[in-house]
């Protein structure tokens, strides 16, 4: 059945029905728009235009695979940017190899917080403003990354991906190394450990787990 309220016509494709697919498609919303009410902006199906049309749908419609990170959590859009005349507006057209990016990943889509940016940008944008704490330790993503010796892409994934407790993705390469990266960042210079940190190599090598 269609995701749209009220609707109970069967699903063609992304939750919806034929019409509203069709609708959400070249409009980028399932509101029913009166005749002569179609975009002017001439930017249908261009790069921008997609941006923007993805970026409503993984915050406004439940049945997209992406909803849970973004709509699901809190993430909304400002009310202006309903209306991609507005969006263009601000963002401008869209730059060969970017898509829309926000400055804070727990922040809205609005002006002060989106810009373009390519694939690398993103993923150390995202990296750094993971905070991960742990034995009272607490540093972003990237900082224990590179104290571990793991690629920094490899924890990000391992925590906001898979999902892994903090314990097992900061202890699968050496429980010594957390450790020493608690150690090091602890005012005082040292840290109690307890013994169970230092076997979380075992625990994270265990099958089943």
């Known amino acids: 059945m269609c995701s749209?309220?009220?609707?109970?016509?069967?699903?063609?494709?992304?939750?919806?029905?034929?019409?509203?697919?069709?609708?959400?498609?070249?409009?980028?919303?399932?509101?029913?728009?009166?005749?002569?009410?179609?975009?002017?902006?001439?930017?249908?199906?261009?790069?921008?235009?997609?941006?923007?049309?993805?970026?409503?749908?993984?915050?406004l419609t439940k049945t997209s695979k992406h909803y849970r990170i973004y709509g699901g959590r809190g993430i909304k859009i400002c009310p202006e940017w309903s209306d991609f005349s507005c969006f263009f507006r601000d963002m401008g057209e869209r730059p060969k190899g970017t898509t829309?990016?926000?400055?804070?990943?727990?922040?809205?889509?609005?002006?002060?917080?989106c810009r373009w940016a390519d694939s690398h940008t993103q993923g150390n944008n995202k990296r750094e403003h993971t905070m991960v704490e742990f034995m009272g330790c607490r540093l972003n993503v990237s900082q224990w990354a590179d104290g571990l010796g793991i690629p920094r892409s490899t924890l990000h994934n391992r925590i906001n991906i898979l999902d892994w407790p903090?314990?097992?993705?900061?202890?699968?390469?050496?429980?010594?190394?957390?450790r020493a990266i608690v150690a090091a960042h602890n005012p005082d210079g040292f840290v109690e450990?307890?013994?169970?940190?230092?076997?979380?190599?075992n625990y994270n090598t265990t099958p089943g787990r």
Do not use: F
């Open 4 to 59: 749209v309220s009220d609707c109970e016509n069967p699903v063609k494709a992304k939750g919806m029905c034929s019409a509203h697919y069709q609708r959400w498609k070249r409009y980028g919303s399932t509101e029913l728009r009166g005749r002569g009410a179609a975009p002017k902006h001439g930017m249908h199906g261009t790069p921008t235009y997609k941006s923007w049309q993805h970026m409503r749908y993984r915050c």
């Open 100 to 113: 829309i990016d926000r400055i804070d990943p727990n922040g809205d889509y609005c002006p002060d917080n």
């Open 166 to 178: 903090v314990d097992r993705a900061l202890g699968y390469p050496s429980g010594a190394a957390c």
């Open 193 to 201: 450990v307890p013994d169970e940190v230092a076997q979380l190599q």
